[in-house]
């Protein structure tokens, strides 16, 4: 498979608003055709969405290093499972799912790692494009926010309010019913707030 390209993060989701057919239309081809065993479809399918797929990552895991790699992973299932995704039905929302489980194991992995091997690993800068936008302090302060979140929560959140997803398409992702995303998205962003105000008073108003 290529290799995977620098991601652009920004806030909102490079789809976000946009209905499910105009996201999933256009890739529908490529899909089609990478199911059928075409490599050259396979790498574009890959190349048209891999900036989600590591944004997101990015997102529920707080680092660089760790979203790549779990950006391979989740290719890597896409690989072997493409045969079972029946055309018709979204591929984004099937994407994210297998991008917030193999966040999910990444997850668990890392909460059983040596205290060294963990405190070595560093979120990393938020890329070129969005310093102007974010800047490394606030880009920071978001990804230890989200990482405060409970796992569910995050995943809510980085959905909806990032990558721009409705809380319907958000509970098709995570399998859960509409109002109990929309309860986890409301605590969520309740927890974000009080965690970004505290900071801020500990950082004296910056």
């Keep these: 498979m290529s290799s995977l390209a620098a991601p652009a993060l920004m806030t909102g989701g490079a789809g976000a608003g946009r209905d499910d057919a105009d996201l999933t239309s256009p890739l529908a081809a490529l899909v089609e055709r990478a199911r059928e065993g075409d490599g050259r479809a396979f790498d574009r399918l890959m190349l048209e969405t891999q900036e989600r ?16 790699d779990a950006a391979q992973e989740v290719y890597l299932r896409v690989f072997r499972h493409l045969g079972r995704f029946r055309p018709g039905h979204d591929f984004r929302a099937w994407l994210y799912r297998i991008t917030v489980n193999v966040c999910r194991d990444a997850a668990r992995r890392r909460r059983r790692e040596p205290v060294a091997a963990a405190a070595a690993r560093e979120p990393g800068s ?7 936008l974010l800047g490394a302090e606030r880009w920071n302060r978001l990804l230890g926010a989200l990482a405060a979140l409970p796992p569910k929560e995050r995943a809510a959140l980085v959905l909806r309010d990032l990558e721009g997803l409705t809380s319907e398409q958000v509970a098709r992702v995570l399998g859960s019913r509409p109002g109990t995303v929309r309860s986890q998205i409301a605590s969520a962003r309740m927890r974000i707030r009080s965690f970004c105000v505290d900071l801020m008073r500990l950082g004296g108003g910056a």
């Design 53 to 68: 797929v590591v944004g997101t990552a990015w997102r529920l895991l707080g680092s660089r290093e760790d979203a790549r």
């Design 126 to 132: 938020p890329p070129e494009a969005e310093q102007d």
